[in-house]
């Protein structure tokens, strides 16, 4: 890519959702650094001389299992840092399976890595170094059994649950309680929470109002 900011949703949408083996298999090779990195939940490529071949194996068998279908979000660049990050969202089921199709949302990040292009090695083309595949929970239960995701999301509000009534026990036994006395916040400043002073400006106010 010369230009990652405008080429990168184009370039995500060939290698994710390419209808074609040929044509993903040649965005791999065209984008991608022979040692690239690759994350995501359920498996992962570490940094190798032909680490690659690994990746378009993967890709391979995910065709294989489904027909994939992604549409491409948005799209972020920052190239001070040269990672790219693309919002999808995927439709992904197993061609066997018995369930209704579920979207899936993702975060997919792209680090790219510079280098002389191929063509003229005075221009400067990026490589992608290293991808890595974001997905929620709910997100990956539905890829494969969508019944799941209900269960997995009341899981999550369960966890939320419990998280209330632990705070509330172990504030009463005196953990991670308020001061009494102020004292300094982050970076040295006092630290007020926007809520109660809003409310006591509200207060101020409408006893004001009443006088």
């Keep these: ?37 690759f994350r995501h939940p359920l498996c992962a490529v570490s940094p190798a001389p032909d680490s690659r071949a690994d990746l378009l194996a993967i ?27 693309v919002e999808a969202t995927r439709v992904f089921c197993v061609r066997w399976s018995p369930f209704t199709r579920a979207p899936a949302k ?22 992608i170094a290293e991808h890595e595949d974001f997905y929620h929970h709910e997100d990956v239960a539905a890829m494969f059994v969508p019944p799941l995701a209900p269960l997995v999301r009341f899981g999550l509000r369960v966890a939320t649950l419990a998280c209330k009534m632990n705070v509330r026990l172990f504030r009463a036994l005196g953990c ?3 001061s009494i006395q102020p004292e300094e916040g982050e970076g040295g400043r006092s630290v007020v929470a926007e809520d109660e002073e809003l409310t006591s400006r509200g207060n101020r106010k409408k006893g004001g109002k009443d006088d």
């Design 1 to 37: 890519m010369e230009d990652p900011a405008r080429e990168m949703a184009e370039v995500a949408r060939l290698v994710t959702g390419a209808t074609d083996p040929e044509v993903q298999d040649a965005a791999v090779l065209k984008y991608y650094a022979p040692d690239m990195a």
């Design 59 to 85: 890709l391979a068998w995910y065709r294989i299992l489904s027909p994939v279908l992604v549409d491409i979000d948005a799209v972020s660049y920052d190239a001070e840092r040269r990672t790219a990050y």
């Design 106 to 127: 993702l975060l997919i990040r792209f680090k790219l890595r510079p280098t002389p292009s191929p063509a003229d090695p005075s221009k400067t083309v990026y490589l």
């Design 176 to 178: 991670w309680t308020r």
